[in-house]
């Protein structure tokens, strides 16, 4: 028992960031996977198919004259842009969020710890790009190079959390690290490639609201409104001025307030002055669902108050988004997404062009990438071998690499989501190549873990994230 509580107490406190994300993603990835599920399905249903696609091209209006908030390039969105453009900005800018708290706090505040997924996510980046470009040099798809390269933190981990406790808590880290890095380069490959007919006083008029919203934080402004309600007129200007208006969301969170107005001390003193006020002779009353009086209410008032001012903004906006955004925007973007009908693909067309181009990247390019980059830091030195792992272990968590679901379809849309029915056909191919490549992967590396991991849970570390 000793040896456990000496285990566990540096474990609660360094990890403690990194269990909440895994908690977190392990739902959601369950939503996500119906969600995929039922797109796939209705989209195949004759008599209702026709009401799923025609629903996505109907208009989005927020009016007030002749303005309209969700309008891109002075034409109002379709719900599908709205999904793609609005919705998946919260998205990003929560993972922005989770950036900036991992930079500071957690598994990317040390080199140390922070090293072998950062090696591990550039292999599962860099190989899955050349092996698209080996398939796509020349063709008419060799722009959608950026498909395969990222990986899908909420369904990789829905997997693994399949295998509980089993799974050393190290894994379970450096997979979570190593898709927040894989978020990274996709912001990073979003911004450059993505971007273009750039609108210049745009981006100025939406550089000068970023400045407001690093002077709010200089200056200690705690109104989560003051940054929401800016962000959204930076959202706007990215949006019109030729950059993705995801980056928007990326930027804006980076200006969020990671520092509390007070300190836990203060606060603690705080709320013992405001419940001081309570006296024993009031128990018997409070026991009762009743009407407080002024001066109680004033007094829990004080309490809300101190509560509200020693979470930082930054923490308690991610707190607040992540169930928004695990069990609605993601779960609402796969479904809106994920609905091919198979009565326009031929089945053939899995084993070429873009499909087998995707497929390869996910499959064969993200084991290799990872498995082999992480080989190489580990034997060389730069980094140690996650806990209670091994060589077998690593490559079942590389082949949950290959799960790239929602950041791929959202590049693939991004590459052929332009009208026109080339461009179409291209994007209903390489999000089968997508579905299919992520399914076999998510597969390959749960019967992988179940074969190599231990029968029972040998190590006291994994019981902490069940």
Not at 220 to 233: A, E, R, V
Not at 304 to 329: C, G, M, R, T
Not at 336 to 348: E, F, P, Q, R
Request: contains cysteine; hydrophobic residues 50%; neutral net charge.
């Amino acid at each position: 028992m000793n040896k456990l509580s000496n285990i566990e107490e540096p474990v609660q406190g360094s990890f403690y960031s990194a269990r909440q994300a895994i908690r977190r993603h392990v739902t959601g990835g369950n939503v996500l996977i119906f969600a995929t599920i039922m797109a796939f399905v209705v989209a195949n249903i004759p008599s209702i198919n026709s009401y799923y696609f025609d629903f996505w091209a109907q208009e989005v209006r927020l009016q007030v004259g002749e303005f309209n908030l969700f309008s891109h390039g002075g034409h109002p969105m379709t719900v599908l842009q709205f999904i793609n453009d609005a919705m998946m900005s919260i998205f990003f800018f929560a993972i922005g969020l989770e950036i900036k708290r991992e930079i500071l706090v957690g598994e990317l505040s040390s080199l140390k710890k922070a090293i072998l997924p950062i090696i591990a996510a550039i292999g599962g980046m860099v190989v899955p790009v050349v092996i698209f470009l080996l398939f796509g040099w020349g063709t008419d798809y060799v722009g959608g190079a950026a498909i395969p390269m990222a990986t899908d933190i909420a369904f990789s981990l829905g997997i693994l959390g399949m295998l509980g406790p089993r799974v050393p808590i190290s894994l379970k880290i450096f997979l979570t690290t190593l898709a927040v890095v894989d978020d990274i380069g996709g912001i990073i490959v979003i911004a450059i490639f993505y971007s273009s007919n750039i609108d210049v006083m745009m981006l100025i008029y939406a550089l000068v609201l970023l400045v407001v919203l690093i002077l709010g934080a200089r200056f200690k402004i705690q109104s989560k409104m003051f940054y929401l309600l800016i962000g959204m007129g930076v959202w706007y200007l990215f949006l019109n001025s030729g950059i993705h208006s995801t980056i928007a969301g990326v930027l804006v969170a980076f200006c969020i307030p990671s520092t509390p107005l007070f300190e836990p001390k203060i606060y603690i003193r705080k709320i013992r002055n405001a419940i001081s006020n309570f006296h024993a002779e009031d128990d018997e009353r409070l026991n009762k669902r009743t009407i407080l009086t002024k001066n109680q209410m004033d007094w829990l008032k004080q309490v809300e108050s101190a509560s509200d001012k020693v979470i930082s903004p930054l923490q308690d906006l991610e707190d607040s988004l992540h169930p928004i955004v695990n069990f609605v925007i993601i779960p609402f973007f796969a479904f809106a997404n994920a609905g091919i009908s198979m009565n326009n693909i031929d089945i053939t067309t899995l084993f070429e062009g873009v499909s087998l181009a995707v497929m390869c990247g996910l499959m064969v390019g993200k084991v290799v990438g990872i498995f082999s980059f992480s080989w190489l830091a580990i034997k060389m030195n730069i980094a140690p071998m996650p806990q209670y792992s091994n060589w077998k272990m690593l490559m079942s968590v590389a082949l949950l690499g290959g799960i790239g679901f929602t950041v791929s379809m959202f590049i693939a849309n991004l590459s052929f989501g332009t009208i026109g029915v080339d461009s179409m056909q291209l994007l209903n191919q390489s999000k089968l190549g997508i579905i299919v490549g992520s399914i076999a992967s998510g597969l390959l590396g749960y019967i992988m873990l179940r074969v190599t991991l231990p029968k029972r849970k040998n190590h006291p570390l994994s019981e902490l994230v069940d």
